[in-house]
Nanobody, 125 residues
Framework: QVQLVESGGGLVQAGESLRLSCAASGRTFDIYNGGWFRRAPGKGYEFVAGINWNRDITDYADSVKGRFTIIRDTPKNTVYLQMDSLKPEDTAVYSC??????????????????WGQGTQVTVSS
């Protein structure tokens, strides 16, 4: 089992930045990729960003490309989502997932095996 703890959400104004953290513990030795998804009120889950550290590849949704960066800190076993130039439409609950795929970054929820509890991000205009 792998446990994920998310942190870093909050309330900011448009144009500001936030950094979300997703710290993993437990059986992490066969985890090779991580992803962030978000769910805005009244909407479904949306892929935001993903990373595969076995192949050193990343993927971003078009809506966040150039503004968000996904990073993995190996010693800390943590995946970060650096969010810059935030917009009101980025308001959502953000959730991180990790999975055992060695070679790909997934854009679907089913790609990931373990999930965090979610953290609220609110961007005011």
């Amino acid at each position: 089992q792998v446990q994920l703890v998310e942190s870093g959400g909050g309330l900011v104004q448009a144009g500001e930045s936030l950094r979300l953290s997703c710290a993993a513990s437990g059986r992490t030795f066969d985890i090779y990729n991580g992803g962030w998804f978000r769910r805005a009120p009244g909407k479904g889950y949306e892929f935001v960003a993903g990373i595969n550290w076995n192949r050193d590849i990343t993927d971003y949704a078009d809506s966040v490309k150039g503004r968000f960066t996904i990073i993995r800190d190996t010693p800390k076993n943590t995946v970060y989502l650096q969010m810059d130039s935030l917009k009101p439409e980025d308001t959502a609950v953000y959730s991180c997932g990790v999975g055992s795929s060695r070679y790909t970054v997934g854009r679907t929820l089913s790609h990931y095996d373990y999930w965090g509890q979610g953290t609220q991000v609110t961007v005011s205009s």
